[in-house]
């Protein structure tokens, strides 16, 4: 599960702060292509933040292009070469 301090975020709003987080993991293959993302509750739950602000952060992803979704089954990262 992906897993980001908080307290590094300085300056950052929490969205943007995921957001980059996790846009440089898929960039740097830290998430693989086609690696599945936590559910936007997990991982809300897993950080202490609202769901709105993980659907924030998977919405900008998306919306990009570094995720994609599959009903019914989740997100996973997108395939950037």
């Not at 693989?32 to 997990?42: E, F, I, Q, T, V």
């Amino acid at each position: 599960m992906l897993t980001y301090s908080i307290e590094n975020k300085g300056e950052k709003s929490l969205y943007e702060f995921f957001y980059e987080s996790i846009r440089s993991d898929i960039v740097s293959g830290e998430l693989p292509p086609d690696g599945k993302l936590p559910s936007k509750r997990a991982f809300a739950r897993q950080h202490g933040v609202s769901i709105i602000t993980v659907e924030n952060t998977y919405g900008q992803l998306l919306a990009e292009g570094y995720i994609y979704s599959r009903p019914r089954s989740g997100y996973y990262a997108s395939n950037i070469q």
